[in-house]
């Protein structure tokens, strides 16, 4: 792969009518970005959970917080990748956008995730494998019922962003090539994948084919399908990798699960007592003005932010021919060495233990996966049957967008799944109260 083909501005289902510089100065690039942040599906966000759930008296990160915060991250990898190449001798002038392409992926990678944090994907997943959605298995081709049943919120964010729903225009939100290749983290198909993550679904097959023929993205396997990353995914999983581990950590402080001593420390420990000694020196000496608690943890993180940032960017230039062979294997922050490394896997296992397996992130988790059972159950009995007269009162809560002329047992499926996989967690828990009973709407 290189980089002359790699960066394209060229979109999905729209033809070049305007050049990038009459557009007030902005670029192809940057238009991508203010397309998404501009839109419905990323404001919802700001109502799904990240980790925790969402705010009672202390406000921890959303969906929308983290993606924000991913792509100022994304930005600080893209613009340093893109001084590297330019330095290397790279031509393509538009490799100075790396960083508005890698942003724009950053805000948009966590768009095709469902309600209630992960527990959202597995719900879905569970209602195939578990639940009564193993009815439908005879009435779905091979690979389609695994799109289901290994339901993946990234291949969820591709389609939402490529797929032409009803009344809406041809290419989705019509992004560049580029910024939507930035955006699959896994670049194959769900037959007989090895583990129950995948980057499209039957349905956008083809529009990934094409995206991936006019960036000449290597092809690694025909049957079934699978392709290389494009190396800026590497950048986008990077920043997102950054982000969970460190904001987690953050939030986890202000909610008091994890002390202020054993936080402060766990940020210490990415530095070195003897190479880091003049850095640790300057930390000490904030901590003599700054004494808020809060303020000091938010000091350390921006500190090991961007010591991440710069080591993830190292191990990218270190691995750069094997990324651009497609041959890299792993993420680039587990590449990273020394003290970091150490420091990160200390993190992570204590997120595990007490961040993630907290009780009240438990208890969302079994909330979310009741409640999203239970609005698949309802909507796909009423979508399959919709001569019913309760059938047709649900379909009609459904938005237009999402009642096609649908043909297929898939495509009515997934009508569903798009309705139900972009509902904010509010939204999701009235309408199952609703559909149970549980809550009737005002009269007054």
């Known amino acids: 792969m290189n980089w002359n083909e790699l960066i394209s501005s060229k979109r999905l289902g729209s033809k070049p009518t305007v050049?990038?510089?009459?557009?007030?100065?902005?670029?192809?690039?940057?238009?991508?970005?203010?397309?998404?942040?501009?839109?419905?599906?990323?404001?919802?966000?700001?109502?799904?959970?990240?980790?925790?759930?969402?705010?009672?008296?202390?406000?921890?990160?959303?969906?929308?917080?983290?993606?924000?915060e991913v792509a100022s991250v994304g930005r600080s990898l893209g613009n340093i990748l893109a001084e590297k190449l330019i330095e290397s001798g790279e031509t393509n002038p538009l490799l100075q956008e790396l960083g508005a392409v890698v942003s724009s992926a950053c805000l948009a990678h966590d768009m095709g995730?469902?309600?209630?944090?992960?527990?959202?994907?597995?719900?879905?997943?569970?209602?195939?494998?578990?639940?009564?959605?193993?009815?439908?298995?005879l009435m779905l081709?091979?690979?389609?019922?695994?799109?289901?049943?290994?339901?993946?919120?990234?291949?969820?964010?591709?389609?939402?962003?490529?797929?032409?729903?009803?009344?809406?225009r041809a290419g989705g939100f019509a992004l560049t090539y580029t910024t939507l290749a930035s955006i699959v983290k896994y670049p194959f198909e769900s037959v007989n994948v090895k583990k129950p993550k995948f980057g499209f679904f039957q349905s956008e097959k083809d529009i990934y084919?094409?995206?991936?023929?006019?960036?000449?993205?290597?092809?690694?396997?025909?049957?079934?399908?699978?392709?290389?990353?494009?190396?800026?995914?590497?950048?986008?999983?990077?920043?997102?990798?950054?982000?969970?581990?460190?904001?987690?950590?953050?939030?986890?402080?202000?909610?008091?699960?994890?002390?202020?001593e054993q936080t402060r420390d766990l940020f210490r420990n990415f530095y070195h007592p003897q190479d880091d000694k003049d850095l640790l020196q300057k930390i000490d000496a904030t901590f003599k003005v700054v004494l808020d608690h809060n303020e000091r943890i938010a000091y350390l993180r921006a500190g090991v932010i961007n010591k991440l940032v710069h080591q993830c960017i190292e191990v990218f230039e270190a691995n750069q021919q094997e990324i651009m062979d497609g041959t890299f294997q792993g993420s680039l922050i587990d590449q990273i060495q020394g003290q970091s490394h150490e420091a990160m896997q200390t993190i992570q296992s204590l997120s595990i233990d007490k961040i993630y397996k907290h009780r009240s992130v438990i208890e969302i988790e079994i909330s979310g996966h009741q409640i999203i059972g239970t609005l698949l159950e309802s909507f796909i009995e009423a979508i399959l049957s919709p001569e019913e007269g309760y059938s047709k009162r649900l379909i009609s809560m459904m938005p237009q967008q999402y009642r096609g002329h649908h043909q297929t047992t898939y495509?009515?499926?997934?009508?569903?799944?798009?309705?139900?996989?972009?509902?904010?967690?509010?939204?999701a828990l009235d309408l199952f109260r609703k559909i149970k009973g549980i809550n009737l709407p005002s009269l007054g």
């Open 19 to 68: 050049k990038a510089s009459d557009l007030y100065n902005r670029t192809q690039f940057q238009r991508d970005y203010d397309r998404i942040i501009f839109s419905s599906p990323f404001r919802r966000m700001q109502n799904k959970t990240q980790v925790f759930p969402l705010p009672g008296s202390i406000f921890v990160h959303n969906r929308l917080t983290h993606s924000l």
């Open 411 to 427: 495509e009515k499926v997934q009508s569903v799944i798009d309705f139900v996989s972009g509902m904010t967690d509010l939204y």
């Open 209 to 260: 084919l094409d995206i991936a023929h006019e960036l000449n993205i290597k092809q690694l396997e025909a049957d079934p399908l699978k392709f290389a990353r494009h190396p800026l995914v590497f950048l986008v999983e990077a920043a997102d990798d950054i982000c969970y581990q460190v904001m987690d950590l953050e939030d986890a402080h202000r909610l008091n699960i994890i002390s202020y």
């Open 113 to 137: 995730n469902p309600p209630f944090g992960h527990a959202g994907e597995e719900a879905i997943s569970s209602y195939f494998k578990n639940g009564k959605g193993q009815n439908l298995e």
């Open 141 to 168: 081709q091979a690979e389609e019922w695994k799109d289901f049943v290994y339901f993946d919120g990234n291949a969820n964010a591709f389609r939402l962003l490529s797929h032409q729903f009803n009344g809406r």
